[in-house]
């Protein structure tokens, strides 16, 4: 079996995902073409060697459905030899289709991939794709559905961490993200994201809270305890009835971020490397 080698890794800033944020007004296919076009640049990239465009995407609807991943390398003036897909695993969309473009080239099916995600969460907000979980209650109710809230309390019950404990972590990730921004570590693999002027709209991630402190996060009140008691804590606890009570721990201060943004690796074999 062949390796699979990572040429490259690039990523929009991270723009708070809210209509008060900066990627608000740029759409999604802009910010997966504004990295195609850097990946291009950068390598001075004969696109036609790319055999494939694999993109995660959580929400995919609205401005970013309809296999985005195609559309934005049409979009960006890619070869038409290159493909497109678009794949849904929740959160680990992005991730997969990395794995995905790994597994293919170790395989020896394909020898230069781009794979990466996509997501404006201000534009398409989580649940806007809808599903049996969110529109027909009786899979709702017969699958034992849960928020992934909830899931996310009830499994720091099950492994003993404490609010105080997952409050602490948020801070340590805050401060490690503001000293890596301050000491220039993202610079190389951060492109900025500009309008049609050519005027940068973001050049660097805005959800980065490096004075977050524990006292601070203390003041929050737990963002799934109401749903939790509207009865879902009820039907958790029926399927792992020895946490017995689900403590409730996680909010907006330690929970991961609503943001904007995309990301793209470079992912080929030795033979593409070569080449």
Known sequence: MSEAYIFDAIRTPRGKG???????????????TTLLH????RHNLDTSKVEDVILGCVTPVADQGGDIAKTAVIAAGWSDHVSGVQIN???????EAVNLAAQKVRSGWED???????????RT??????????????????????????????????????????DAFAVHSQQKAAAAQANGY???????????????????????????????????????????NMGFD???????????????????????????????????SEKAAQE
């Open 112 to 122: 230069l991939i781009v794979a990466g995600g996509v997501e404006s969460m201000s």
């Open 38 to 41: 850097a990946l291009q640049q």
């Open 125 to 166: 907000p989580m649940g806007s794709d809808g599903g049996p979980w969110a529109l027909d209650p009786e899979t709702n109710l017969k699958s034992g559905f849960a928020p992934q809230g909830v899931g996310a309390d009830l499994i720091a019950t099950l492994d003993g961490y404490s609010r105080a404990d997952v």
């Open 186 to 228: 993202f610079d190389q693999s951060i492109i900025p994201v500009k309008d049609g002027a050519g005027v940068t709209i973001l050049d660097k991630d805005e959800f980065i809270r490096g004075n977050t402190t524990v006292e601070g996060l203390a003041k929050l009140n737990a963002s799934f305890e109401m749903m939790g």
């Open 234 to 268: 009820a039907v958790a606890l029926q399927k792992y009835p020895e946490a017995q009570k689900i403590n409730h721990v996680h909010h907006a201060g330690n929970s991961s971020g609503i943001v904007d943004g995309a990301a793209l690796l470079l992912i080929g």
């Open 18 to 32: 809210k209509k008060d944020g900066s990627l608000y007004e740029v759409k999604p296919i802009t910010l997966v």
């Open 89 to 95: 695993r929740f959160c680990a969309s992005g991730l």
